[in-house]
């Protein structure tokens, strides 16, 4: 449904993505996922229409949209900062764009109440002023902005980061379960690894102007294609040739590299005795409890290693214990 082809964009001569080339499906929950200033959000400036790629084209639903005017995109964009009209209130920023759109007071009024039933903004609360609400409901205030100009496309560019912990995942779960039933080709910029993994259909990673992997989130975690993607979607232990070779030496029937570091993420290393995993011995270095597991630190051939185990009673070390630990070799990557 979109397609950048061979797109580039620039500020002047800086080239702040190069290459780009990705298609996104209809009714998709796509993420662009990527640490500060990788060009996320130039991306989705792009394809609203606020900047025009220096090359290659976009695409939507087959018509290219590249020179195409903000307003005949017909795409709905909520930023990180609210951006909403202070001075009015709640039910005049969700009938603004409306307004714009000469429809009628009385269609006006049925779509603006639609729309506030869906994201659980109260009647009372519609007549309030913007400045009087939390940030959460403010929030919700520029997704039903949004949404009510039934958009083909809607573009969130890390629309919960001003948000404390606990409303963002309530806030995050309410979006996933609104993106369902709209059905809306929904593009979301963010660079925080859990909530991309937990709304999108696919996900891309940025870094540094390019992308290094598309993949659905289950892809992204399991089979990263890259050091970069590896690291910044989890917890990882980085394997120094030195304990390479330690675990090549076992008869695990794979041989890895040890010109280069290896990586396994601190889940896959396990405490209990496994057949035909790699087993070495580390010292606890520190434990730190979590609640739900304790993340152990252990010191393993002069390199440290980390993983959780779960608090279930069954694997509990003290400081400078010496421990066997177990590695599957499927679970080592190299790249
Ligand atoms: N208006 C601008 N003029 C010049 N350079 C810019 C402009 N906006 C962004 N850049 C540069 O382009 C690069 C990409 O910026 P962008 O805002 O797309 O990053 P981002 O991935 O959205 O980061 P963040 O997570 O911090 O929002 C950065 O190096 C940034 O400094
Ligand atoms: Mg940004």
Do not use: W
């Amino acid at each position: 449904m979109i397609e950048f082809k061979n797109v580039e964009l620039r500020y002047n001569d800086f080239v702040a993505m190069s290459d780009l080339n990705l298609t996104v499906n209809e009714g998709e929950f796509f993420t662009f996922l990527g640490p500060s200033g990788c060009g996320k959000t130039t991306t989705l400036r792009a394809l609203v229409g606020f900047l025009k790629p220096y090359a290659g084209n976009i695409v939507v639903a087959g018509n290219d949209i590249t020179d195409l005017p903000v307003e005949k995109r017909e795409i709905g964009m909520v930023f990180q900062s609210y951006a909403l009209f202070p001075t009015m209130n709640v039910y005049e920023n969700i009938a603004f764009g409306l307004k714009v759109k000469k429809l009628s007071k009385k269609e006006i009024h049925e779509k603006v109440m639609a729309v506030a039933s869906k994201i659980d903004l109260s009647e009372e609360q519609l007549y309030k002023n913007v400045a009087s609400l939390s940030g959460g409901q403010q929030q919700r205030v520029a997704l039903a902005r949004a949404i009510v100009l039934e958009p083909k496309i809607l573009c969130l560019d890390e629309p919960l980061s001003n948000l404390d912990a606990k409303l963002r995942v309530g806030l995050r779960e309410e979006l996933k379960r609104l993106q369902r039933t709209l059905n809306i080709t929904t593009l979301y910029v963010t660079h925080d690894q859990e909530e991309a993994l937990t709304l999108s259909d696919r996900i891309a990673v940025f870094n540094n102007g390019r992308i290094e992997q598309v993949g659905t989130p289950y892809e992204i975690y399991n089979k990263s294609a890259s050091e970069f993607v590896c690291d910044f979607i989890g917890d990882i232990n980085r394997i120094t040739p030195r304990l390479i070779e330690k675990i090549n030496e076992q008869t695990t029937g794979r041989r890895f590299k040890t010109d280069r570091e290896a990586f396994v993420r601190i889940e896959r290393i396990f405490g209990e005795v496994k057949q035909n995993y790699a087993s070495i011995k580390g010292k606890v270095l520190d434990k730190e409890y979590n609640g739900l597991y304790t993340k152990y630190t252990y010191e393993v051939e002069g390199q440290k290693l980390k993983n959780i185990e779960k608090n279930d009673g069954l694997i509990s070390h003290e400081l400078n214990d010496m421990v066997d630990l177990f590695i599957n070799p499927d679970d080592i990557m190299q790249f």
